[in-house]
């Protein structure tokens, strides 16, 4: 591969800061400083060098991305800014894609990655991967209203949620898990016991929470350790 193709498929370099940084002999291969960005290297077995820095070499990437309300869950920006405009320039060329759309007025964690075969894993009602929201509501959830979610609860359009894990933090504020990932499926189950969601926000994914360190509209890489909990639920 092109040592400039691998900087830019690792988000860390444009193609054009690729070639400034070759030319100012910030690159090195082996030790060696290169002289042309299209130098061959092979990822897996060469050192490489970019300003100073070794290259971790990782063939998918993996965000965690804190999303602000108002931001499409989409890559194609025909219904608003999306959250694939919140990244730097070098990594919104990488094919990224969030592995599961949260609507437009919810906030929170997103995960953003060019791994197409572990999205889809991630993302298959059978893995029963969970997400847990932290969820406001218009009027007060009574017992009765948790035990309904908790039991499972049918949806508008014939549709049937899971049990649920609810806990009450107020009256009027929850923390729902749910382990599917249907259309509108927080708001829809509060629909269903009369109540309506004015606030959402998902806090955990595939039992990762979300960095409270992340500012809205935030990001960061997912470590070691956050990639291999995700890989492990799609065995
Ligand atoms: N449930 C919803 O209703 N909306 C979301 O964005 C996510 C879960």
Redesign the pocket.
Known sequence: MRIDKLLTTMGLATRSEASKAVRKGQIKVNGIIISKSDKKVDPEKDSIEYMGKPVVYMKNIYIMLNKPSGIVSSTDGKDGETVISLLPEELQKCGLFPCGR??KD?LGFVLLTNDGSTAHYLLSPKRHVSKV?FVKTEFAVTQDDITKLENGISLDHGDTALPAKVEKIGDNELYITIVEGMY?????MLEAVNNKVIY?E?VEFGTIPLDTNLQRGEWRYLTKQEIDILLKQTK
């Not at 509108?184 to 829809?188: E, G, V």
């Open positions: 949260l609507d919810t929201y509108h499926q927080i708001k829809r959402l998902r």
